[in-house]
Each structure stands twice: as C-alpha cells, then as structure tokens.
C-alpha cells in the first residue's frame, strides 16, 4: 500500500464498486480512511465517472495531485458486461423503478436479436435516461424525474464500437459493450428494445474497463481499507 506522500504526490486506485454503494460512498470510504490513517486534515480524492448505484465494476479514485488527470481518465473508452430484459420498460431504463409496460416479444428470434445489434455500432444519437445526474434548469435530470415533471432532453452523439449479445436465455440477454464518454447504457437498452420492436430495460451492468484499467486488477473499499490498516 502507498505511503502519505504517495497519496498526497498522486496515485492512482482501482476500485471495484460495490452494488447499491454511489460511487460518492465508495470515494467517501477511501478518503476517510486516508485521512484517518495519516491524521490528515485533508487529502484530495476524486473518481473518473460515476457509475449508478445499481451497477457494479471499474471506478477510478485518484488522490493527491492525480485528481488533476481525472478530466483525461474520464474520456477513456468504456467496456461493460451485464443483462437486458426484453418484453418490459421502466421509466428509469432500469431496476431503480418499477416496470410502466409490457410488449410483446414473440416475433424476436435469436437472428433477429443478432441483426439489431448492428445498427448501434459507430456513432449514433443517444437520448440520456431522464433518470439521470445531467443538470437541466440548475436541477439534476432525475429531481425533475421523481417529481413527476416533463424535460426535454437534447441527445447526443456517442460511439459504439462493440455490442455482443453473448448469451440469449429469453428474456434475458448478457452482451459486452465498448463505447465512449457519455454513453449511457441504460438508454441503448432500451433503445434496443425499440429497435427489436417490443420494449427493454438494463437489468444488470459491470463496468469491466476503462482505457487500459481493467476491474480484474480492483479491489473492494472494504479491501483497500484492510490494505491501508492491515
């Protein structure tokens, strides 16, 4: 484990996050830890993009002087692994909310399911969630969410470069996406169940890379604080 002028001169930590922690917990968890190690009054710690609550994997903490490289970490290309459901589409794209309707899914067939995935490769237009941290009008998207009040959100160009449907176990289907800063993949899985003609929702995500960081090489806050105090 580093030292206090490592952490103070910058290192960088790979953090596999929990589920249902916020990636401000899991951050929080390490600078205390940090802090009180060394009895500092103060240290700095950042990540470099926030994964939801819902999602587990890959979040870079930086400290010290390497907060400064945070900007440049976070628009590294992105790599994750999870599930989609079909027939079924929450307001949230996700499990953070209930499902508001069913659609039909016996007309899609494993070709049909394979064919789709190739009109989200390369750079497509992306609506984010209205579930989401993007700030509209000085409030966060999903303030105006849960008080039930309509925005309407610009989209945004994104790039796909992979999209592997893995597994098909109806109706559930793992893939494997690789895509750039500011894809939200709740919203292509629920794009893709447009697409499919029927409806969708991401029912699990793990964010697996981020440039050259791999999540094989991340620890849990809770290992990095047994490291830290061993």
Request: glycine share 8%; with cysteine; aromatic share 8%.
């Amino acid at each position: 484990m580093y030292s206090e002028e490592e952490f103070k001169n910058g290192t960088i930590l790979l953090i596999d996050k929990p589920l249902h922690w916020s990636s401000f917990q899991a951050v929080n968890k390490i600078k205390w830890a940090i802090r009180k190690k060394y009895g500092l009054k103060k240290i700095k710690v950042g990540h470099a993009g926030t994964l939801d609550p819902l999602a587990t994997g890959l979040l870079i903490v930086c400290t010290g002087k390497f907060t400064k490289k945070i900007p440049e970490l976070q628009g590294q290309v992105k790599e994750y692994t999870g599930t989609i459901s079909i027939g079924a589409t929450t307001p949230s794209y996700d499990l953070e909310t209930e499902t508001d309707q069913t659609y039909p899914t016996q007309h899609i067939t494993e070709e049909k399911i394979h064919h789709t995935t190739a009109g989200f490769i390369g750079d497509i237009e992306q609506v984010p969630p209205v579930f989401s941290a993007i700030k509209k009008d000085g409030k966060r998207l999903y303030e105006h969410a849960r008080k039930g009040e309509h925005v309407e959100i610009a989209s945004r160009t994104i790039n796909i470069s992979v999209f592997d449907i893995t597994t098909i176990r109806f109706p559930e289907l793992s893939f494997r996406v690789v895509c750039s800063k500011g894809t939200y993949i709740r919203s292509l899985a629920h794009d893709f169940g447009k697409a499919l003609q029927s409806g969708a929702h991401l029912s699990s995500l793990r964010r697996t890379g981020i440039g050259e960081y791999r999540v094989d090489n991340a620890i849990s806050p809770e290992e990095f604080v047994a490291r830290l105090n061993p």
